[in-house]
T-cell receptor
Framework: NAGVMQNPRHLVRRRGQEARLRCSPMKGHSHVYWYRQLPEEGLKFMVYLQKENIIDESGMPKERFSAEFPKEGPSILRIQQVVRGDSAAYFC??????????????FGPGTRLTVL | TQLLEQSPQFLSIQEGENLTVYCNSSSVFSSLQWYRQEPGEGPVLLVTVVTGGEVKKLKRLTFQFGDARKDSSLHITAAQPGDTGLYLCARGGATSGTYKYIFGTGTRLKVLA
């Protein structure tokens, strides 16, 4: 059973470009979470999605950031017009259905975004 | 904002030594998770503690949840270089009534051979 997959693992963008980060949850998992980790810091919650629904986006900046989890295909975190402050590691986690996924979230390896 | 403070922030020790790291909050939480994150990788869940006073062991790692459920500790016996990593505590998940995790500030451990 493959774990949570994220791609790309590393992404370099120039200021003003768009970044698209993909996350495929574990098989059977229907809950997806995105977190951001700045260098030398812990992880900060951004958004929680179920298939075709955004459940909680309270941690996501109001502008330039969006997320989706379509019926088919991976979850996408999209950052428009990137700025240097967006440089960070972005982690996706997934959990199985029921009770908001239970206690355990399983994390992917992350996408490291560098904005030049 | 219910913060989780971890201490120490950094710890460098020799192989074979024992160590304890702490996770503290001003709020009561119903469950707490400990994760280890290695460079370039995502966090890996080590344990979940739920009951006040609970102690869980995972080989050389001992996890304790405070009686008042406001703090937790992780003790490593006879540390090995493979224990090197970032140790994160997190609160959240279904038993805490919220599905999103709040992570602590982390303890960066380096075990020297």
């Amino acid at each position: 059973n493959a774990g949570v997959m994220q791609n790309p693992r590393h992404l370099v963008r120039r200021r003003g470009q768009e970044a698209r980060l993909r996350c495929s949850p574990m098989k059977g998992h229907s809950h997806v979470y995105w977190y951001r980790q700045l260098p030398e810091e812990g992880l900060k919650f951004m958004v929680y999605l179920q298939k075709e629904n955004i459940i909680d986006e309270s941690g996501m900046p109001k502008e330039r950031f969006s997320a989706e989890f379509p019926k088919e295909g991976p979850s996408i975190l999209r950052i428009q017009q990137v700025v240097r402050g967006d440089s960070a590691a972005y982690f996706c986690a997934s959990s199985p259905p029921g009770l908001a996924g239970g206690n355990e979230q399983f994390f992917g390896p992350g996408t490291r975004l560098t904005v030049l | 904002t219910q913060l989780l403070e971890q201490s120490p922030q950094f710890l460098s020790i020799q192989e074979g030594e024992n160590l304890t790291v702490y996770c503290n909050s001003s709020s009561v939480f119903s469950s707490l998770q400990w994760y280890r994150q290695e460079p370039g990788e995502g966090p890996v869940l080590l344990v979940t503690v739920v009951t006040g006073g609970e102690v869980k062991k995972l080989k050389r790692l001992t996890f304790q949840f405070g009686d008042a459920r406001k703090d937790s500790s992780l003790h490593i016996t006879a540390a090995q270089p493979g224990d090197t990593g970032l140790y994160l505590c997190a609160r959240g998940g279904a038993t805490s009534g919220t599905y999103k995790y709040i992570f602590g500030t982390g303890t960066r451990l380096k075990v020297l051979a």
